[in-house]
């Protein structure tokens, strides 16, 4: 049976299975109280993780959860460690209330950047409160089901120099390098990617999983997690205004349904 609870911060959409899609980059919406310090680019929140929520929606009626924020990561990285330890060594990183777009620029005007006060009281308003979320309804499923399986939703222009070399393949999927799921999991997921011939795709490469995956990912505990990191390219324009292109949209739709029908197909191996 399915229930919604929606808030001020996010909407929980509680299913039946095992499995619950955390979707933290989709939110858009800056409070009218902190948009004077962004700049005006920046108030289009270019670096959302564009049209997910309709992608995933048939996921919802095969009974998995959904959890969605409503905010922009430009005001919070749900992402993000709370204490803002840098996602990826070596490399040029978002900061938990990030400073600069994908592209490296400013988002604030000069001065307006969030001090360490104004960071702390956007973690308590707007970061607790989904992740408290995530960690009671993945309790709620464990207890129910025996385990719980996280997939962690996200997509991002295909090239961006500031954070990444070359182009990204089309999918990649994170699991910590094997730490946030069982083997035979990732194996399964693995198998609906390299079953296709439509997409390029890796696991574990450059994007192995954020905090999300990496946090809640305790096999050993019954409590699995995933990453999906997509390129606009396999359904979006990567341009303004950002339109979701149904023609690709119709092409990817099946692999992203291969891959829950996995997640919900699996079972742990027990003995």
């Given at each position: ?68 924020p409503r ?74 089901h025996g ?125």
């Open positions: 049976m399915q229930h919604t609870m929606s808030n001020t911060v996010f909407t929980l959409h509680r299913g039946g299975t095992p499995l619950l899609i955390s979707l933290p980059h989709v939110g858009t919406l800056i409070p009218d109280d902190q948009r004077a310090r962004y700049t005006e680019r920046a108030l289009a929140v270019e670096d959302t993780d564009w049209h997910l929520e309709p992608l995933y929606a048939f996921a919802r009626e095969l009974g998995a959860g959904l959890i969605v905010h922009s990561r430009y005001l919070i990285d749900l992402n993000r460690p709370p204490e803002d330890a840098p996602m990826y060594a070596g490399v040029n990183n978002t900061e938990l209330c990030p400073t600069r777009f994908f592209t490296g620029e400013p988002l604030y005007r000069d001065g307006q950047a969030p001090d360490a006060a104004e960071i702390a009281r956007r973690r308590e308003r707007y970061w607790r409160p989904y992740h408290a979320a995530l960690d009671d309804e993945l309790a709620r499923l464990k207890a129910q385990h719980a399986i996280l997939f962690d939703g996200h997509s991002i222009r295909s090239e961006l120099p500031w954070l990444f070399d070359g182009r990204l393949p089309d999918l990649n999927l994170g699991t910590a390098s094997g730490a946030s799921c069982a083997p035979s999991l990732h194996a399964a997921l693995v198998a609906v990617l390299e079953g296709q011939r439509r997409f390029t795709q890796v696991a574990d490469g450059r994007f192995k999983g954020g905090h999300i995956t990496r946090s809640r990912g305790r096999p050993a505990e019954g409590i699995h997690a995933v990453q999906l990191e997509m390129c606009w390219r396999t359904y979006m324009a990567e341009q303004p205004p950002y339109q979701i292109d149904s023609a690709r949209a119709d092409e990817l739709a099946p692999v992203l349904r291969g891959l829950v029908e996995a997640m919900l197909a699996w079972r742990p191996r027990h003995g």
